[in-house]
């Protein structure tokens, strides 16, 4: 599985390779991210790093529902507690917008899931989340023309957390946007 976190600093991405500077990912690696690969992937070789725990995220919950497909997650910032999104938010969803629309990707069809941290209650959590997924379905389709009918936004509340926290605990690597290729 390769699993690409486009996120602040405090992130990295390692591919088998040296880790490079997140200002350095870009719609090449969204795009390899996302496209279906012959065989299996070394989970241990591949995937992201946080450099403040140093663990593979490939072996988190978060990564379970990826591990049969290819996928992206992105560190998409939202206004705290809603579904609008940030400067930095539009940012990382026209890289990946470039992505989709590529040659390889253009015909794929896409799970966007909505994730949160631990803080506020499971009930809200689902709900903001599902906002969330809703609101990037949405401006991939009003920015980039993506079919609908190749997205599927589904809210994940806590549940497959990238970076385990107690409850009521913010994380901001906890709060993101994963997709899968449905195809792949």
Same mark, same amino acid.
């Given at each position: 599985?390769? /699993?690409?976190?486009?996120?602040?600093?405090?992130? /990295?991405?390692? #591919?088998?390779? $040296?880790?490079? #500077?997140?200002?350095?990912?870009?719609?090449?690696?969204?795009?390899? %991210?996302?496209? $279906?690969?012959?065989?299996?992937?070394?989970?241990?070789? *591949?995937?992201?790093?946080?450099?403040?725990?140093?663990?593979?995220?490939?072996?988190?919950? =978060?990564?379970?529902?990826? @591990?049969?497909? $290819?996928? =992206?997650? /992105?560190?998409? /910032?939202?206004?705290?507690? %809603?579904? !609008?999104? @940030? !400067?930095?938010?539009?940012?990382?969803?026209?890289?990946?917008?470039? =992505?989709?629309?590529? +040659?390889?990707? %253009?015909?794929?069809?896409?799970?966007?899931?909505?994730?949160? !941290?631990?803080?506020? !209650?499971?009930?809200?959590?689902? =709900? &903001?989340?599902?906002? *969330?997924?809703?609101?990037?379905?949405?401006?991939?389709?009003?920015?980039?023309?993506?079919? +609908?009918?190749? &997205?599927?936004?589904?809210?994940?509340?806590?549940?497959?957390?990238?970076?385990?926290?107690?409850?009521?605990? #913010?994380? $901001?690597?906890? *709060?993101?946007?994963?997709?899968?290729?449905?195809?792949?």
């Amino acid at each position: 599985m390769r /699993l690409v976190i486009l996120a602040s600093a405090a992130i /990295l991405l390692a #591919a088998g390779t $040296p880790a490079i #500077a997140q200002n350095a990912v870009d719609t090449d690696s969204i795009v390899k %991210s996302l496209t $279906p690969h012959a065989g299996a992937v070394d989970a241990n070789t *591949r995937g992201i790093k946080h450099m403040s725990t140093g663990t593979n995220a490939a072996g988190t919950a =978060a990564s379970a529902a990826a @591990s049969a497909q $290819p996928s =992206a997650s /992105l560190l998409v /910032l939202f206004a705290s507690g %809603s579904a !609008d999104l @940030s !400067d930095n938010g539009r940012a990382q969803l026209d890289k990946l917008g470039a =992505a989709l629309k590529t +040659p390889g990707l %253009s015909k794929s069809h896409f799970r966007i899931e909505g994730h949160t !941290d631990t803080t506020g !209650d499971d009930q809200t959590n689902l =709900a &903001l989340s599902e906002r *969330r997924a809703n609101a990037v379905v949405a401006y991939l389709v009003s920015q980039f023309g993506i079919d +609908p009918a190749q &997205l599927v936004a589904v809210g994940m509340g806590k549940q497959g957390l990238a970076v385990e926290t107690p409850d009521q605990t #913010a994380e $901001p690597r906890n *709060r993101r946007v994963v997709v899968i290729n449905l195809d792949g």
